[in-house]
């Protein structure tokens, strides 16, 4: 049982690192701050919550347990809340999002122009 | 009552965070709550009335089915960002809205903004302004799954 609890919560750790990385690569690639927003979005909305689960699953049933349960359910209920604010403010200050209506995707060179 | 209540969650939580139960610490706990339900009572003054998710089962439910979706569209997600050619065509758009009360068009509005790939800029009367990653990500708002699933939430 602990061992199959061990395994588990080295999968939950290695697919959350996997993810935090994944979302940086994102953030350097994307090409404006709004699709860098979402980039980012992947190390918060299932990178964090795998993270801690796989360290809930390592430690003892506590009350150290419903502390992290509760980050986590912190981190799920403002994030969406952040985004929002962090998105309005840049287009209240004046920017505008990147559009390609012409039907081509960006592709590679679009990155880092901005 | 409502204050009773308010008061009984935050003092569960502020004893699910010490941990340290001397009567002391009990005390400045018990303080603590009074001043956070004093709190709430001054705001009531500025905001209107408190609106709480109710959390029926069928809640749970549809919580359930949106960290599903946050794990689906995370894969695409991720996919894409580490594809070579950067498959993404982001786009800013007008997406019109069926749901009327406004603890309703906050839950869709925050729901959209987890899930990776869409990101709610404006909410406005009939509409909210969409940001996404590419257009299929608007088209499927557009197709209303997951505001159907909120309409039946009855909130």
């Not at chain 1, 701050?33 to 506590?62: C, D, I, N, W």
């Not at chain 2, 068009?105 to 909210?128: C, M, Q, W």
């Amino acid at each position: 049982m602990t061992v199959i609890l061990e395994w588990l919560s080295g999968l939950c750790l290695l697919l959350g690192g996997g993810l935090c990385i994944s979302g940086g690569v994102g953030l350097l690639r994307m090409p404006d701050f709004f699709s860098r927003v979402h980039a980012s979005g992947v190390t918060e909305t299932l990178a964090a919550p795998l993270l801690l689960s796989g360290l809930l699953l390592q430690m003892e049933l506590s009350l150290d347990s419903v502390k992290v349960i509760m980050i986590m359910i912190l981190v799920l209920a403002t994030n969406p809340t952040a985004t929002h604010a962090m998105a309005k403010a840049t287009l209240h200050g004046g920017q505008r999002p990147l559009e390609f209506a012409n039907g081509k995707d960006i592709g590679g060179d679009g990155s880092s122009k901005l | 009552m409502r204050y009773i209540r308010s008061s009984l969650f935050v003092a569960v939580v502020w004893l699910l965070l010490s941990g340290h139960y001397t009567p002391l610490i009990l005390s400045f706990g018990a303080v603590s709550v009074l001043i956070v339900v004093w709190f709430m009572w001054r705001m009531e003054r500025v905001d209107e009335k408190l609106e709480v998710l109710p959390m029926r089962p069928r809640m749970l439910y549809y919580l359930l089915w949106l960290m599903w979706q946050v794990v689906l569209s995370n894969i695409d997600l991720v996919r894409r960002i580490w594809d070579p050619d950067l498959p993404i065509r982001p786009t800013w758009q007008r997406l019109d809205t069926k749901v009327t009360s406004s603890l309703a068009k906050t839950l869709y509005a925050n729901s959209i903004t987890l899930t990776p790939g869409t990101l709610t800029t404006d909410v406005r009367e009939d509409h909210f302004m969409v940001h996404s990653l590419s257009p299929d990500g608007i088209e499927d708002l557009r197709k209303g799954g997951m505001e159907e699933k909120i309409q039946r939430l009855g909130i």
